[in-house]
């Protein structure tokens, strides 16, 4: 269609205006996206299989190099993130312990009164889901600006062959799970400690 648009009076443009659809030898490509790349083998071998396909093209030594590394980097990430949430419920633990001795006259006092202990609990628990809160703030701000950084520099692909989740909305929900995570872990964190060392 662009050749005949641009190359009227040419020997290529008479040749192409001759072909019908029987005779045309350009065939049509398709570019098909699988979800995950663990879906590559099956889709190609499932689009081999129709008749009318000739070919099917999608660089398979690069991809059997490349499926190992992005099981090992998904491996290695899930250890970190597992790793970092260890390390910050133990912080969390150690700074509510910490204000649990500072306020003991205090809270001896309030048992003394008949308080209950919910009422005793209570701040220690929304203090750790402000630590966590707080604390989730860095990596949300990792996430979004590396990841669009990221995007934008290898122009939402990789290789030229795996294609990256667009930035927005994927940030910006990456972000909130993040977000929920450090205030269940500042919450779990400050509960259990407080149920430890209060005996409540």
Request: aromatic share 10%.
């Amino acid at each position: 269609e662009q050749l005949k648009k641009t190359e009227k009076d040419s020997t290529l443009y008479k040749i192409i205006n001759s072909w019908t659809e029987e005779t045309n030898p350009l065939k049509p490509e398709f570019i098909v996206t699988v979800k995950s790349q663990e879906d590559v083998k099956a889709t190609v071998e499932t689009l081999e299989k129709i008749e009318q396909v000739s070919e099917v093209q999608y660089q398979e030594d690069l991809i059997d190099k490349m499926l190992p590394i992005f099981d090992v980097i998904e491996k290695v990430t899930l250890t970190i993130i597992i790793g970092l949430i260890v390390v910050t419920i133990f912080l969390i633990c150690n700074t509510i312990k910490l204000t649990i001795f500072a306020r003991k006259t205090e809270i001896e006092i309030m048992r003394l009164v008949g308080t209950s202990n919910f009422v005793i609990k209570l701040p220690f628990v929304i203090e750790g889901l402000f630590l966590g809160f707080i604390g989730s703030i860095v990596p949300i701000i990792a996430t979004i600006w590396g990841y669009i950084l990221a995007y934008d520099k290898l122009q939402g692909h990789i290789f030229n062959m795996f294609k990256m989740i667009e930035p927005m909305p994927f940030a910006i929900m990456v972000s909130l799970i993040l977000l929920a995570i450090g205030c269940v872990v500042g919450m779990f964190g400050s509960y259990t400690t407080v149920r430890k060392h209060l005996k409540i």
